[in-house]
C-alpha cells in the first residue's frame, strides 16, 4: 500500500530551524508533484511550497525566502528545510505527492502530518 511518512516536526523557538522529511513507500515519486501543506488549527489546510519534476518550485508568499523544497529521486523522499520560523508557522505539516493520471484524472496521497511548533 502507500505511505507517505513525515518526520522532523518538533518544537523550535521563533528564528529557529527545522528540516522536515518525506519517504514514501509503495509509489516512486520520481512520476510525481511533491508538496508540503500545513494546517493550523481552526485554519484550512494551505500549500506551503511544491516542487515539479523538472525541479521548479513554489512557495506561499508567507513562506518565500525561509523555507526551501527539495526532492531526492534515488532516495525516494521530499524534504523542507524551515529557516527564521515564525510563531505563525506553528501547524501539522503535511506531504503530498500527486500525478495526472492517463485518465485526466488528479491522484494525491497524504502522510500522517507532523507537528511543527514555533513557541511566541
Known amino acids: 500500500q502507500v505511505q507517505l511518512v513525515e518526520s522532523g516536526g518538533g518544537l523550535v523557538q521563533p528564528g529557529g530551524s527545522l528540516r522536515l522529511s518525506c519517504t514514501a513507500s509503495?509509489?516512486?515519486?520520481?512520476?510525481?508533484?511533491m508538496g508540503w501543506y500545513r494546517q493550523a488549527p481552526g485554519k484550512e489546510r494551505e500549500l506551503v511550497a511544491n516542487i515539479i519534476g523538472s525541479g521548479g518550485t513554489n512557495y506561499a508568499d508567507s513562506v518565500k525566502g525561509r523555507f526551501t523544497i527539495s526532492r531526492d529521486n534515488a532516495e525516494n523522499a521530499v524534504y523542507l528545510q524551515m529557516n527564521s520560523l515564525k510563531p505563525e508557522d506553528t501547524a501539522v505539516y503535511y506531504c503530498?505527492?500527486?500525478?495526472?493520471?492517463?485518465?485526466?484524472?488528479?491522484?494525491?496521497?497524504w502522510g500522517q502530518g507532523t507537528q511543527v511548533t514555533v513557541s511566541s
Open positions: 509503495g509509489i516512486s515519486l520520481s512520476g510525481y508533484i
Open positions: 503530498n505527492a500527486g500525478r495526472l493520471t492517463s485518465a485526466g484524472r488528479f491522484v494525491k496521497y
